[in-house]
């Protein structure tokens, strides 16, 4: 017990894990300690600030041996922009701190997660609407909208990470060590779902709203609808662990990859602008429906 510090008449916590394992806790008040982390300005910066983020650093100093650049600064605003809780809470000539400001307990990861989802599958239905309608403004609208998903993936992960790393945060939570991994690379492919469906609207932009030929219309149209219900009903499926619902998306796989296969097909002949935006669309759905896949294989019996 002289080893964790523990002395006559201190008081410990005893934690129950969800298989029934006792833990004793010497931490009885569970105060969060302080991770500070030092970064020296380099060209790479912004990575390193997101790096020293999703590790779960709660103070990050920002500093030189010289006079920090404008160019520092502005690249430390920016990226503190998009990590949701991060804030300068000082700053001068030569430093620049900050102070991640989040709670872990007051952000369940389902809930995020659910978020993160809603948005990226917002990008998805709205990328067939633009393409459907000619919209160009709400194409724009899309790839402005990527950004927030990006925030909430980053988000997922330094909870998840810091549940990982505190395992009575973990139950806490409700949520076993297990599903931790299992949401890391669910929120993975979600934020790949939003990047396609910005790589559909940037397609749309430059194609300047035109629409390709009816009878191609039609079979993206459809690809569209499909791939949309395959990856809504796997994360059904990962939020349930319904494994019906996983022999759905499975089935729906066949008749999508045909239908991208006819589109294919299709193409030949066609004017080589045509050619170019129906196969990135095609290839952004295509990647939509390998992703809704990859989501139907993490759903297990629990």
């Known amino acids: 017990m002289q080893r964790v510090g523990v002395g006559k008449g ?3 916590a005893v934690l129950e894990a969800q298989d ?3 833990t004793l806790d010497a931490r009885f008040d569970h105060r969060k300690s302080s991770q500070p982390a030092t970064i020296v300005p380099s ?6 600030l997101t790096g020293k983020y999703l590790l779960g650093a709660d103070t990050i100093l920002i500093q030189g041996g010289v006079r920090l650049t404008p160019e520092v600064s502005e690249t430390v605003r920016q990226t503190a922009r998009r990590l949701i ?4 809470v000082e700053e001068d000539s030569q430093k620049i701190l900050l102070q991640c400001l989040l709670d872990p307990s007051s952000f369940p990861a389902q809930r995020v997660l659910r978020r993160e989802y809603l948005f990226a599958a917002g990008m998805h239905r709205d990328s067939l609407s633009a393409l459907d309608e000619g919209d160009l403004g709400l194409a724009k609208s899309i790839v402005e909208r990527d950004d927030e998903v990006d925030r909430l993936y980053f988000l997922l992960v330094r909870l998840l990470r810091a549940q ?11 949520m076993p060590l297990i599903d931790c991994l299992d949401y890391r690379l669910v929120a993975s492919y979600v934020e790949s779902i939003a990047d396609c469906a910005v790589r559909m609207a940037r397609s749309i932009i430059e194609f300047g709203g035109s629409r390709p030929p009816l009878e191609l219309m ?8 499909e791939s949309y219900r395959m990856h809504d009903t796997a994360m059904k499926a990962i939020f349930s662990k319904d494994l019906g619902l996983v022999d759905d998306v499975l089935q729906t796989n066949e008749r999508v990859k045909a239908l991208l296969k006819t589109l294919e097909n299709s193409l030949s002949g066609e004017p080589p602008v045509v050619i170019a935006f129906c196969s990135s669309m095609a290839s952004a759905l295509g990647n939509i ?3 809704a896949m990859d989501l139907a294989d993490i759903v297990m019996p629990r």
């Open 164 to 174: 990982v790393l505190n395992p009575h945060l973990s139950e806490k939570m409700g």
């Open 20 to 22: 029934g394992c006792l």
């Open 289 to 291: 429906v390998d992703f």
């Open 43 to 48: 060209p790479h910066l912004q990575r390193e």
């Open 10 to 12: 201190e008081v410990l």
């Open 85 to 88: 809780g991060l804030e300068i």
């Open 218 to 225: 039609d079979v993206l149209r459809l690809v569209g609808r």
